[in-house]
């Protein structure tokens, strides 16, 4: 694969809680993000449209190298590592449950840019040339 604008929308986003998370952990009292569920709400928001909204749909519709099912479990422990932590850190308050939702976040973000910038493209789904007459 290559990277596309939807990379950039992702990093872009993941960008944005980086700087959520540091202001939070400086102890920046600004709106929202100045507790542990504020904090925790924007991450969540920011990043599932960076991951979910942002996501190749092929994943699951072509035959899976063993390196493409390794992504697949990586990719569901990790999102179910954040899905967990951020219900914690919500209901708890507890900032090590945050700390974890950010890690896995930035996690998924990452294996996904750098699957996609160094996955080919089956050939299947290379555009086709036309030769110039």
């Known amino acids: 694969m290559r990277l596309t604008w939807k990379d950039a929308v992702a990093t ?7 700087v959520v998370y540091a202001l939070f952990v400086a102890g920046a ?7 542990v569920g504020g904090t925790t709400s924007v991450i969540v928001m920011l990043g599932t449209v960076a991951g979910c909204e942002m996501s190749r749909g092929d ?13 697949i479990v990586l990719a569901c422990t990790l999102g179910i590592a954040a899905l967990l932590s951020s219900v914690i850190a919500l209901v708890t308050a ?14 998924l973000w990452l294996i996904s840019t750098v699957r996609h ?3 080919r493209v089956p050939a299947v789904d ?8």
Request: charged share 15%.
């Open 94 to 107: 507890s900032e090590t449950a945050l700390l974890v939702l950010f890690a896995a976040t930035v996690a």
């Open 126 to 133: 290379r555009p086709v040339r036309r030769l110039a007459r």
């Open 12 to 18: 872009t986003l993941v960008c944005a809680i980086v």
């Open 59 to 71: 994943l699951y519709t072509r035959p899976r190298s063993p390196a493409t099912l390794l992504y």
């Open 29 to 35: 009292d600004l709106p929202v993000i100045h507790h």
């Open 117 to 119: 910038a160094v996955t």
